[in-house]
């Protein structure tokens, strides 16, 4: 069974960084994407950054040029660094991954992220 476990969520200050990361594992697999999704209190869950097998990646425009996403297709791992965070970026996090050969999606449990102003 595929499981995404999340990690490196907390509380920064405006202007501070945070790295997360996102391990997937329970199974023989390969993704076709990887990413992260967010959602605030009261908002809907929105993309955030997403990364391809063959390295393209698409970002949110409220996070172009602070956040960057990579990630490690031999540990099926996907990672988000986030810089110069704003309170706006307040939210929980999730991982989010594509099978390549089936197109199932999955999710993590989520990582609390709360920038402070």
């Known amino acids: 069974q595929v499981q995404l476990v999340e990690s490196g969520g907390g509380l920064v200050q405006a202007g501070g960084s945070l790295r997360l990361s996102c391990a997937a594992s329970g199974?023989?697999?390969?993704?076709?994407?990887m990413g992260w999704d967010r959602q605030a209190p009261g908002?809907?869950?929105?993309?955030?950054?997403?990364?391809?097998?063959g390295g393209s990646t698409n970002y949110a425009d409220s996070v172009k040029g602070r956040f960057t996403?990579?990630?490690?297709?031999?540990?099926?791992?996907?990672?988000?660094?986030?810089?110069?965070?704003k309170p706006e970026d307040t939210a929980v996090y999730y991982?989010?991954?594509?099978?390549?050969?089936t197109l199932n999606a999955y999710w993590g449990q989520g990582t609390q992220v709360t920038v402070s102003s």
């Open 27 to 33: 199974g023989t697999f390969s993704f076709r994407s």
């Open 43 to 53: 908002e809907r869950r929105e993309l955030v950054a997403t990364a391809s097998d």
């Open 69 to 85: 996403i990579s990630r490690d297709n031999a540990k099926n791992t996907v990672y988000l660094q986030m810089n110069s965070l």
């Open 95 to 101: 991982c989010k991954g594509v099978q390549a050969l």
